[in-house]
């Protein structure tokens, strides 16, 4: 079921186009129903949102077809590929995304910088009248800022508009400054990714990852530290203001699995 769930979240609405119709395979019969399944599904969100477009076929045979499907909201491009079994009734058996090219007849215009940022404007504007972005955007160009913009609000109940140095939750993005951040400490000689946890956080409450949990364990997810998010995170939002406010909740927790066994998800 979860795999099922995120492949709808992957995937979304997705619409035909009348011009080139889809085979009338067992392939192409079971794909276009899989894919009025999506077009049905709730909520309405999740189809609007992660809506993709029917772009061409890419290959059909009667057991499978294959074809370009396009991010509406995204300028991203993937193989959606339907295989079913050969026999009646021709149950689907597998339904798989893969990322795309951007196939060469659709290789955007390339805009002159001044026309290139009003293009940025009157998309940042549209988006955040359909409500579709709220955010700060900034353009540089040799190291000099050339646009930067507040859109939508940061407060929706207060009515406050984001300024340009609104400061936003980024989520998963933080991994790769702090991957990038932490690399740069060890190619200076000031970490290594095999030392322990405990080597340099030398209070760290839990005992098994202070001297189990590597650098390098962390930077990959192997740790068994455990996920921060859950009930705990929720009754104490709000008073996680620094690092070490992290440490003093979550730090007497043991190793979830042995460090270097298994991979979680953050």
Known sequence: MAYIRILLLAVGSVTLFADVPLPESPAGTR?????????????????SYFAKVYLKIIDAKPSSITLLVKA?????????????QPEEPHNIQAVMLAP??????????????SDA??????????????DEFSGAVLIAKAGKTIYSGAYGLADREQKVANMVDTRFRIGSMNKMFTAVAVLQLVQAGKLS?????GKYLTDYPNADIASKVTIHHLLTHTGGTGDFFGPEFDKNRLKLRDLKDHVTLYGKRGP???????????
């Open 31 to 47: 794909a276009k129903g899989w894919l009025d399944v999506i077009n049905r599904g709730d909520p309405e969100g999740i189809r």
């Open 72 to 84: 509406r909201k995204a300028d991203r491009f993937a193989k959606l590929t339907v295989s079913v």
């Open 100 to 113: 795309a090219e951007r196939p060469a007849e659709l290789a955007p215009k390339r805009l002159n910088e």
């Open 117 to 130: 940022i009003a293009a940025l404007k009157q998309e940042a504007e549209r988006r955040t009248a359909a």
């Open 193 to 197: 990714l095999d030392a322990p946890l």
């Open 256 to 266: 979830a699995f042995t460090p270097g066994d298994q991979q979680t998800s953050r």
